[in-house]
């Protein structure tokens, strides 16, 4: 294209394309990647390892730095290399042999072609926002349908459930059939809404960072529950309940389902 139909392209634009348009110019530069089946895996395994990693180095520090307990919801906790690798393990594990023939399989109809306009900022927020309350929503239905049916949670679930207090790496220890069920949600929300690829990759790295979060055991001032107002989101304190109780609290990250279905249990009644 020449710089005068990239100077039209960019009039042309709003205000809001104008401000995540060098980054989207930036990934696309690297379609012959991006539009590879090994893009999504490679994505998803390096986007979690990168939101695990801060908080496997604060458990490796912890018991040198006792400053650190302050803000672990158990304090005397600090996971084991015996308990890490298992973790990390399974994920390497779980991503090449399901997560890749999956994409392959996608892979194989064709890729479609990235729009060359980035989105705007406010439908991206949008979309996000309403990736995560939908996501919110299903993975609720699931995860009581698997702790109320024993049958699905001796098959399915109880994996997830093998290491009581939380630590991060946990967060995708799973079986294969959950970490199916994560996946079809996030791209069937993605789908629904028709967000821009973009949109999706945001979505994808915030909801791996909530759910790492949720399961890091540590509860620090700018956890994302302290951020947001009125108890909206429950937290990694809300979650580690649920990996201690079992029977509360089984939204991934918002309060309202529990609130509603009266399973919600805050760590005052712990």
Request: with cysteine; aromatic share 16%; glycine share 4%.
């Amino acid at each position: 294209m020449s710089g005068r139909n990239t100077s039209e392209v960019r009039i042309l634009c709003s205000p809001g394309q104008l401000f995540l348009q060098p980054l989207w110019d930036q990934l696309r530069a690297w379609d012959s990647f991006t539009q590879s089946p090994l893009f999504a895996v490679l994505f998803s395994i390096t986007t979690y390892v990168g939101c695990c990693l801060p908080f496997v180095v604060l458990d490796v520090l912890c018991p040198w730095v006792p400053a650190l307990r302050r803000y672990k919801i158990h304090p005397d906790f600090s996971p084991s290399a015996r308990q890490l690798l298992p973790c990390l393990g399974q994920t390497l594990y779980q991503h090449a042999v399901f997560v890749l023939p999956l994409t392959l399989l996608h892979w194989a109809r064709g890729p479609a072609p990235w729009p060359r306009e980035a989105p705007e900022l406010l439908p991206l927020v949008r979309h996000v926002v309403c990736c995560l309350l939908l996501f919110d929503a299903e993975f609720f239905a699931w995860h009581v349908l698997h702790h109320k049916v024993p049958w699905l949670y001796r098959t399915f679930h109880k994996m997830h459930h093998q290491n009581s207090a939380s630590f991060a790496l946990a967060t995708q220890y799973m079986s294969a059939w959950e970490l199916f069920s994560l996946g079809f949600f996030d791209m069937l929300n993605v789908t629904l809404l028709q967000c821009h690829p973009l949109t999706v990759l945001v979505f994808h790295v915030l909801n791996i960072w909530l759910s790492v979060e949720d399961h890091s055991g540590y509860d620090f001032p700018w956890s994302t529950h302290r951020l947001l107002p009125f108890g909206w989101y429950g937290g990694v304190t809300h979650h580690d309940l649920h990996h201690s109780q079992f029977n509360c609290n089984f939204a991934p990250y918002f309060t309202h389902w529990d609130k509603i279905l009266g399973t919600l249990r805050s760590t005052h009644a712990k």
